[in-house]
């Protein structure tokens, strides 16, 4: 009976997919759930054990027009089970990513140089987790690697820029009911209003740089030792309005999603290919361009954020750190001032 609603939910996905555009020729569903079992006892005294349900679901679509193709892509997760389908719909996800393959077939190639740019809401945050998150765990801290070393109670960011790691939302893919050190995973504020106040550690880092246990202590499964690991990492809510940003931006990118990038967690340098992207020209999102690299480095990223919206969302993905662990990565509508695009041409 479960293999049958399983096989129901991936054939409605697929089904939406093709039925979006005639010129969607693949949908490729991926579907993965499991129930794990955590038992922890250490030399503290402490013995814990639980359960939790987990469900991976991943939509991909290509479009092909007549000389080029695009791949979308569309995810979700939740500890949970097989209800969560009742909230996310698979049909939803299947034309989010055919929409994105559609709409894509028309880019024109990106321009490349000095500009603002504004990311849409949820799996954008991806990208401070990667520039920002890595060199705020412990264990680089704790051997003096990367820019936010000796920084705490310093502003490294704009004001309007706070950062959280939070394991403890309900249901979200990087939340557990403790870390796998048996430490509750809790709300960690790491940047507020721009002032660095907190790491996130593990047991041993907590211990090495004098600061608490914050709940990051993860692994990806008994074969490994635990180390510091984000959960659910995010920009918080800021004021302004997604529609404002986007109408007070002259002209600049308006990335829609990322795909992969490489940080250098020691000099914070990143570099992110953006998966759907547009020009924006008097305010208003338009053309859509491929091609386009967001390069930079994360201090200045993060201090040259000058607008944060009110519609907080989030994306889930996989972090690898030598080993792979669940995680939330999200944002509201930013807007970066002055950041450098990699394009095919110039502006």
Wanted: hydrophobic share 35%; charged share 25%; net charge negative.
């Amino acid at each position: 009976m479960a293999d049958t609603k399983r096989l129901e939910i991936m054939k409605r996905a697929h089904d939406a997919a093709l039925a979006y555009d005639g010129r969607i020729k693949m949908a490729s569903i991926d579907y993965y759930d499991e129930v794990r079992g955590r038992v922890i006892a250490n030399s503290e005294g402490l013995y814990l054990s639980d359960e939790l349900p987990i469900i991976f679901f991943i939509v991909q679509t290509l479009g092909v027009g007549a000389a080029t193709s695009h791949m979308g892509r569309e995810r979700l997760s939740r500890h949970s089970g097989i209800e969560m389908f009742d909230d996310l719909k698979p049909e939803d996800a299947a034309r989010t990513a055919a929409r994105e393959s559609i709409a894509m077939l028309e880019a024109k190639d990106a321009p490349a140089g000095q500009m603002d740019v504004v990311m849409q809401n949820g799996w954008g945050g991806v990208l401070v987790h990667e520039a920002v998150g890595h060199p705020l765990e412990g264990d680089n801290i704790s051997r003096e690697t990367g820019v936010f070393v000796g920084r705490l109670g310093q502003k490294v960011a704009s004001p309007k820029f706070t950062m959280v790691d939070d394991g403890s939302l309900p249901n979200a893919r990087g939340t557990t009911n403790f870390d796998d050190e048996g430490t509750a995973m809790k709300r960690n504020v790491l940047i507020q209003d721009g002032t660095l106040v907190k790491y996130m550690t593990d047991i041993l880092s907590a211990k090495q740089i004098g600061m608490e246990r914050t709940g990051n202590g993860r692994r990806e499964s008994f074969r490994y030792i635990p180390i510091v690991r984000m959960t659910n990492t995010f920009i918080e809510n800021g004021t302004d309005k997604p529609a404002d940003i986007l109408a007070s931006t002259p002209s600049g990118i308006y990335v829609q999603s990322l795909s992969g990038g490489s940080v250098n967690p020691t000099d914070g340098v990143f570099n992110f290919t953006c998966r759907e992207a547009y020009l924006i020209e008097n305010g208003t999102k338009t053309t859509p361009v491929k091609g386009a690299t967001l390069i930079g480095n994360c201090l200045d990223v993060i201090q040259n954020i000058d607008a944060v919206g009110d519609d907080l969302a989030f994306g889930p993905g996989i972090c690898g750190k030598g080993q792979s662990a669940e995680v939330d990565a999200g944002q509201p509508t930013v807007r970066i001032r002055g950041i450098t695009v990699g394009g095919s041409r110039a502006r």
